[in-house]
């Protein structure tokens, strides 16, 4: 593990640069593209809550997750460390007028300004690749998580392009994202290197380690969420799994 100021300046540019406002709008405009039917779908098989449940999206961004999940009827609680981020969630919530439904807050991650078990289930998509300590992450989530409550962790991985798929993806980046190609190399060369970027495998093994129950795995979750138009014209080189597993109930 590198020195704690290490992680600081990791913190410091995912605060301040890699999530900030020209880049949050973005982002959301890339996911916006997204099949939320698709999301939807996927989350009504994986949660089996009571609706008047209270779910934290864990690195919540421009509250995608979040507005998927109060549109099932749930209580969420999105939290994130981009203030950015959250002004453009904020925005599309409110927009979607599920603003009673979701609550938004900045917090780290790795040490959320949260009771313990004071949600009913986490969800978090994408977010475990940028933490400097996704193990702390992980163990925050359980934290904050109820006994018998569910924790939902996506994550990917970059998958094998050939240069036509390479180029195709980086023109779709582009025409969305209005940003050249090359913007994200920056943050990749200088930051990359110190995010330990847990693979399906390590976070099996912290979830097991932490004693979770009734694991669940499933990969290349793309091929349920978005619909083949969505695949082929904005697939990306990315390939999304999903681990679950039921915080124990004390002995
Ligand atoms: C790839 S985006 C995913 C956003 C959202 N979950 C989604 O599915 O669209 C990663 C998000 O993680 C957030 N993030 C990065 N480090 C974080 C931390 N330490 N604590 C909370 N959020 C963090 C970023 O600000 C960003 O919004």
């Known amino acids: 593990m590198y020195p704690e100021t290490m992680r600081d ?40 809550l009571d609706k008047n449940s209270r779910i934290l999206d864990f690195g919540t961004g421009t509250g995608f997750m979040a507005s998927i999940l109060a549109e099932m009827g749930y209580a969420v609680v999105g939290v994130d460390l981009s203030k950015a981020m959250l002004d453009r ?16 807050m900045q917090s780290d991650g790795e040490n959320l ?9 986490v969800v978090s998509r994408w977010v475990l690749w940028t933490l400097p300590d996704p ?8 934290r904050v998580t109820k006994p018998g409550g569910r924790i939902v962790v996506m ?13 195709k993806n980086s023109l779709v980046d582009f025409i969305l994202t209005q940003r050249h190609p090359l913007w994200r190399k920056r943050f990749e060369e200088e930051i990359n290197r110190h995010l330990p970027r847990y693979s399906l495998k390590e976070i099996n093994e ?38 679950t597993g039921t915080k124990p109930e004390p002995e």
């Open 9 to 48: 300046k990791v913190k410091e540019y995912m605060r301040n640069e890699r999530w900030n406002h020209r880049n949050a709008t973005a982002y959301d405009r890339y996911k916006k593209v997204s099949d939320r039917r698709g999301w939807g779908r996927l989350m009504n098989n994986i949660l089996d």
């Open 89 to 104: 969630a904020r925005e599309n919530i409110m927009a979607e007028g599920l603003s009673d439904k979701v609550y938004l």
């Open 113 to 121: 300004e949260m009771e313990d078990n004071s949600v009913d289930c």
């Open 135 to 142: 193990r702390k992450g992980i163990e925050e989530m359980i």
């Open 155 to 167: 994550d990917g991985r970059e998958k094998h392009r050939n240069v036509l798929q390479r180029f």
């Open 206 to 243: 912290v979830f097991g380690g932490a004693g979770l129950r009734d694991i669940e795995i499933m990969e290349e979750v793309e091929e349920i969420t978005e619909n083949w138009i969505h695949r082929a014209v904005f697939g990306s080189g990315w390939s999304t799994f999903l681990i």
